[in-house]
């Protein structure tokens, strides 16, 4: 198949809407399919793959885009266009949710990455939200992340067709050569005893930075040789919210006094991600909206095999077990997360089998089997049309 994608992101710039387009387009390509990406002007050509053909010709998400990503189908002869939807990556543009039906006899598929209302604008969700119905009725099939939102759309009248299918880890786990986690820790600065703490993704007002921190607070008041490891960049490149967010953030890391407890990685590469997951005691990720397998941060700690503290899923999650594959807490509870940090630091062996479990539960979300499914879906909704 001919196959394009158009999202509002793309490597190198930073999001996760945009990793993950890249990590399921090589995916693709190694089932043997063509793509073809529409995406930003800021995005570069994909260096990792040959059958990944990058057109970065979204100067701006307006409606003169429209045409530039119609002509663009028709000069690709796509099988399927593929729109990655999730509203800050396309800068809350309207024109996204009339797409599909702007593009004549070509088969759309939209991927919804959540269906969350914008925290940026929480007196729009309802608009919003029948801004999303409308993409999902004129597209030909649509493809959600999570379990939950499956359900949710599959209440609505007039969608055609509807199937879920998870992300992955945007982030595979890569250690370098000559990773020796001991010095790695040093060079962090980190002493032996010190328990240290990852957290792994973009400060985001969903994420529940504030409890993580107070929950830090909390247990070094307790004398527990806490310290917390920020990994990857603060912000991202799509969503306002977490600039705004993020300024909160370092004043509440100055108010509570854990200035010297905290370190910055700033963004980096793959590799050096995984080597910063790997040096971690645990990683805490808080979600205020509990846990899910939309969370590309998630994803990650599962892959990497590291003992998780996270929130108690909002939403019936089976496959996420407490004291199984994680330490699940109440949301907004830093005495809850504090606690837990106390109780994995003086249990090694509960470590060591959650880190096991993680990583078992990983291999679920493979990319080649994202991919499979994905490539499964678009073959037939065309058989469908065909006949």
Not at 72 to 86: F, M, P, R, T
Not at 174 to 200: C, H, I
Not at 260 to 289: E, K, N, Q
Not at 294 to 316: N, V
Request: net charge negative.
């Amino acid at each position: 198949m001919r196959i394009g994608q158009i999202t509002g992101e793309y490597p190198p710039m930073q999001g996760g809407v945009g990793a993950f387009t890249q990590e399921l387009a090589r995916a693709l390509t190694s089932l043997g399919h063509e793509l073809f990406v529409f995406t930003d002007q800021r995005a570069a050509p994909d260096q990792g793959s040959n059958h990944v053909h990058v057109t970065a010709d979204a100067h701006s998400w307006s409606w003169g885009t429209l045409g530039r990503i119609r002509h663009w189908a028709q000069a690709q002869k796509l099988d399927v266009v593929n729109i990655q939807y999730q509203a800050a990556a396309y800068n809350m543009a309207a024109f996204i949710h009339i797409l599909p039906v702007r593009l004549d006899n070509t088969c759309v598929v939209t991927t919804f990455h959540d269906l969350l209302a914008p925290y940026l604008f929480p007196k729009a969700g309802p608009l919003r939200y029948q801004a999303v119905l409308t993409l999902a009725r004129s597209s030909d099939g649509v493809i959600v992340t999570n379990r939950h939102d499956q359900e949710r759309l599959a209440s609505e009248k007039s969608i055609a067709s509807l199937r879920h299918i998870p992300i992955g880890s945007n982030i595979t786990p890569e250690l370098a050569p000559d990773y020796n986690r001991t010095l790695w820790r040093a060079a962090l600065g980190y002493q032996p005893r010190d328990v240290v703490v990852g957290y792994f993704g973009f400060l985001n007002a969903s994420k529940g930075v504030e409890t993580l921190l107070q929950g830090i607070r909390i247990a070094r008041n307790s004398r527990q040789p806490v310290n917390l490891l920020m990994i990857g960049g603060r912000t991202g490149t799509s969503d306002p919210t977490n600039i705004v967010y993020a300024r909160e953030v370092v004043q509440m890391v100055e108010d509570l006094n854990l200035h010297d407890y905290i370190r910055w990685t700033g963004f980096v590469d793959g590799v050096a991600v995984s080597g910063h997951l790997s040096a971690c005691d645990m990683v805490a990720l808080p979600y205020r909206d509990g846990a899910s397998f939309r969370r590309g941060s998630l994803m990650a700690a599962l892959a990497h095999g590291c003992t998780i503290i996270t929130t108690q899923p909002e939403f019936d999650l089976p496959d996420l077990i407490g004291d199984h594959h994680a330490r699940l807490i109440p949301p907004d509870s830093p005495t809850a997360l504090a606690l837990a940090i106390e109780n994995l630091a003086d249990n090694p062996t509960l470590c060591r089998r959650l880190g096991e479990n993680a990583r078992e539960l990983s291999s679920q979300f493979a990319w080649d089997r994202i991919a499979a499914r994905t490539a499964g879906y678009f073959q037939e909704l065309l058989d469908s049309a065909h006949h």
